[in-house]
């Protein structure tokens, strides 16, 4: 990349040079918050938290601190995992609406969407690829997936919930940045660490390694190191779970409202079925970090990172299907007996019936057989990092790099299939699974018709962040004023897709009936399926072998690169941003702080694929044609967006061991990459004449701007002790919210192979604002030099200008723990709560997960000052994840991920 300053930033790095030209003195330098950071070495639960808490008293900003031994000694097998016990923090194990797994996945700060929390490492910025397909195009944000970072590259995290002008932008509400070891700070010139265990998971039955290494070397004088870390690791997960697949009303005008008034308007529920998910995730990677010191004043740093995660899946979904025989009131009405609450048909049997032409039965069930080998993520960065001090008065330093993810779905093997014989649900609230029946038996294929193949294959998204970066600080002496920062930085950013093919059928009138099906040997759901999930539903299914899917689809389906083009999935995003700052660090009498201002200019643009059917009319010169989805012209959107983000943070020494801290800043990020030039993802309308459903993106999207007001005192009343609390505002000015738009696609079924034009009402991004306002309580306190407890709590208020609820706001989480720490042995539990919150619209339905909490151990036993042994256990309590549309009487989805346990042996030399 070549960085080029525009002209405001030019403009503004003269400006700052000249105003600290004038401002220098000979005054002896301070050393900078960010040092005392990165130079934490701890040992044990209690000189960790010990270290934690005197960095936080150290800063000038609203920061909370975890250390390795934190990381390492809670019961945690990620950062997000261990992220969570912040106050103010929340984590969430999905990244949109795909439903919550057992590995915690995104993290994000007060109240907020995790888009709007940015993640650094070292200080820049880290690309992220997801696993999940759904997540790599139409629900792509800009947080990074906390699965892709292990806690073994952690040598601490900070977490900064104030804004300084000298910080990075691209985090409304703060910034989580992780700080890896460096080959410099280790004591011994050789140190070698390794660690080898197991993974239990409960739910699979299965047991898989995990291991990992570092590898240190620093000469004599502390000039030249080199650190090597590697992980691998394995886990199989399986997920249990009943799920309803979005609401349909009962039109008023309709057949069946006519009959039964009181069914006008009432919701039911689209698709209810039993979906089992199982995954093999494999995690491999490794860091490397030469840090070399040629002089005394010039210290350089290389680092490079990079993490695959292997995610090969099998989704089943064994549906009772409502738009194949009630169909919106167009269809058959349900037998005597329904039950009508909350404007919801919760309750309703539906007899074997004929449709209207007498002669052909209903179908009431399909059943999604959904194989995705060898999909996977991957995140890498190479950073140059130099410190330069000049003189006692100047120091400054540069970054450069680049990070990239990944996000690859290179195939879907997928089927569809039709069963009849009449069907009923009973919903059951969130705290219960629904229950439901179809009348064709579900352990067996006798009865199954195939209907459909689809999926999208070749999926590959690539997201790359290119920086350049100066910071200069000059101390002085001059009243109040410590020192004077100031920096200029260029970066760019890239996301795109290109070559998505929409797998359809491959068949002639003669549809393959399961004679022609390789099904000697297929399969059944496992005995315990369901358990704990309550309700009463189909639990022996069959289902083919991603083998004999796979064969399948290889058979049947049409992949063609030309004729199943879908460039509606293709989309192309480029940011160009440069921005200046200039920052005064302060100190008076019992008190710190800084007070700066960062300038920012951003350019967009985004490439997108017009579908504009096949008009008769003659077609534009760069049209693209071939495609059964219609004829695309590429059109592109250009934006250029500037913004002047002022801060002001204070911190003062109200008494001994009493801080109060203030802090004011706007602060702005991009909306997500989904939101700008995601894909476009469609649920098709059952019969001709429906309306069809889906989501887009909306390029004219302005920046997230936000005012932040902060404040808090805390009383660190003992050694390793703390009393706090806090308050925060927030004022989002252009919130991202979400609105629709009525379009016509051509399309695809069993009744139409050559297609026609449907309508669809679409759900697309729009400019909004909102408030959220909250208090963050935290305690910390050991007992009798052994034990020890911590505490914190965070409220929560967060909604938009209409009054609705934003995304990923809980209105009240907290966090307890308890440890006990001796030379020999050390045990911990600790429990995670939040309360529900609203996590956008799915299938053009509300989708909120209901309150959640989480039990997890761990148990450490030292054999020696370099050998342990330790057993961690995760959702002790055996959770459900529970979701509902707008009400707790239309559940969405109930999962259970079972419990993990992990056993590991560590070794340092």
Request: hydrophobic content about 35%; charged content about 20%.
């Amino acid at each position: 990349m070549k960085a080029q300053l525009t002209p405001i930033a030019a403009a503004a790095a003269l400006l700052l040079l000249h105003t600290a030209t004038v401002a220098q003195s000979a005054a002896q330098p301070t050393a900078a918050a960010d040092d005392k950071v990165e130079r934490v070495e701890v040992i044990g639960i209690r000189a960790s938290q010990q270290k934690s808490l005197q960095t936080k008293r150290d800063a000038d900003g609203h920061v909370d601190v975890i250390t390795a031994e934190d990381i390492g000694k809670m019961p945690d097998k990620n950062v997000a995992d261990s992220l969570q016990r912040v106050p103010g923090v929340t984590i969430s194990s999905a990244g949109a609406n795909e439903g919550g797994f057992d590995e915690n996945d995104r993290v994000s700060m007060r109240g907020t969407n995790p888009s709007l929390t940015q993640t650094l490492i070292n200080g820049h910025p880290v690309a992220s690829g997801d696993w999940f397909v759904l997540n790599q195009s139409d629900n792509a944000g800009r947080s990074v997936s906390f699965s892709m970072l292990p806690s073994e590259i952690v040598g601490s995290v900070v977490v900064h919930k104030s804004s300084q002008a000298s910080d990075v932008e691209g985090g409304v509400v703060g910034n989580v940045n992780i700080i890896t070891r460096k080959p410099l700070e280790f004591k011994k010139p050789f140190t070698l660490e390794m660690s080898a265990g197991v993974v239990y998971a409960d739910l699979p039955e299965q047991t898989d390694p995990q291991f990992s290494a570092l590898l240190n070397w620093r000469n004599d004088g502390s000039t030249l190191g080199v650190m090597a870390q590697v992980f691998s690791e394995k886990r199989h997960l399986r997920r249990d779970g009943v799920e309803v697949l979005g609401y349909n009303q009962i039109a008023a005008d309709s057949e069946v409202a006519k009959a039964h008034p009181d069914l006008a308007g009432v919701w039911y529920p689209r698709s209810t079925g039993v979906a089992l998910f199982e995954q093999v995730r494999e995690r491999q990677g490794g860091m490397v970090d030469v840090q070399f010191k040629p002089l005394e004043n010039w210290t350089t740093d290389l680092s490079g990172f990079l993490s695959k995660l292997n995610a090969t899946n099998y989704n089943r979904n064994y549906l009772l299907h409502a738009p194949f025989f009630l169909n919106g009131g167009a269809g058959q009405s349900p037998d005597a007996g329904y039950v009508v609450r909350n404007n919801t048909l919760v309750s309703a049997t539906f007899s074997p019936a004929l449709k209207p032409d007498g002669v052909t039965p209903y179908s009431y069930g399909t059943y999604d057989m959904l194989s995705r080998p060898n999909e996977r993520a991957e995140t890498s960065f190479i950073n140059w990092d130099n410190k330069v001090r000049v003189s006692d008065d100047f120091t400054f330093s540069t970054k450069l790099g680049q990070s990239t993810g990944i996000g690859e779905t290179p195939e879907q093997n997928q089927a569809s299939w039709d069963v009849g014989g009449g069907g009923s649900w009973h919903l059951n609230g969130v705290d219960s699974a629904p229950s439901f029946s179809i009348g064709t038996p579900a352990n067996s294929p006798a009865g199954s018709v195939l209907d459909w193949l689809w999926g999208a294959q070749n999926v590959r998204i690539t997201d790359t962040d290119t920086w350049a970066q100066f910071d200069g600080e000059w101390f002085m002496d001059a009243g109040v004023f410590r020192s004077l920062k100031f920096g200029l930085r260029a970066a760019e950013h890239k996301r795109e897709s290109d070559g998505v093919i929409a797998q359809g059928p491959n068949w002639a009138a003669d549809p393959f009936n399961l004679a022609n099906w390789p099904l000697d040997d297929y399969k059944n759901y496992p005995d315990n399926f369901g358990k704990g999930l309550g309700g009463n539903f189909p639990r022996n299914v069959w289902y083919l072998t991603p083998a004999q899917l796979a064969d399948a689809n290889d058979r049947l389906a049409n992949r063609d690169p030309i004729v199943r083009a879908y460039k509606e999935w293709d989309f192309g995003l480029n940011e160009k941003s440069n921005s200046a700052y200039v920052q005064a660090n302060l100190e008076g009498d019992h008190w710190r702080g800084d007070v700066g201002v960062r300038f920012v200019e951003t350019k967009e643009h985004v490439l997108k694929f017009l579908n504009i059917g096949f008009p008769t009319t003659p077609l534009p010169d760069n049209v693209i044609t071939g495609s059964a989805f219609g004829n695309y012209v590429p059109t592109t959107t250009d934006h250029t967006y500037h913004d002047i983000l002022p801060s002001l943070n204070l911190r003062f020494d109200i008494a001994k061991d009493l801080v109060g801290r203030v802090a004011a800043s706007k602060t702005m990020t991009r909306p997500d990459y989904s939101a700008l030039a995601g894909a476009l993802s469609l649920s098709p309308p059952a019969n001709q004449g429906d309306v069809g459903g889906g989501s887009g993106s909306n390029p004219d999207l302005k920046p997230i701007r936000s005012t932040n007001v902060d404040a808090s005192l805390e009383w660190y009343f003992a050694p390793r002790s703390l009393l706090s609390a806090g308050v925060f505002y927030m004022n989002l000015q252009s919130y991202v919210g979400l609105g629709q738009s009525a379009h016509e696609y051509l399309t695809f079924d069993q009744a139409h192979p050559d297609g026609y034009m449907a309508p669809y009402v679409l759900t697309v991004p729009v400019n909004s604002s909102g408030k959220v306002s909250g208090i963050e309580l935290a305690y910390e306190q050991p007992f009798f030099s052994n034990f020890g407890v911590a505490a914190n709590y965070t409220y929560t208020d967060a909604k938009d200008k209409d009054d609705k609820p934003i995304v990923g706001a809980s209105r009240d989480t907290y966090n307890l723990s308890g440890y006990f720490e001796n030379d020999i042995f050390n045990a911990r539990l600790a429990y995670n709560y939040r309360s529900h919150f609203y996590s956008g619209l799915d299938r053009a339905t509300a989708f909120n997960q209901a309150d959640f909490g989480s039990l997890s151990a761990s148990l450490g036993y030292k054999f020696s000052e370099d050998i342990s042994l330790s057993f961690d256990a995760r959702n002790l309590n055996n959770p459900k994840l529970k979701y509902y549309a707008e009400n707790q009487d239309q559940p969405r989805s109930i999962y259970m991920n079972g419990r993990q346990y992990y056993l590991t042996l560590r070794w340092k030399l």
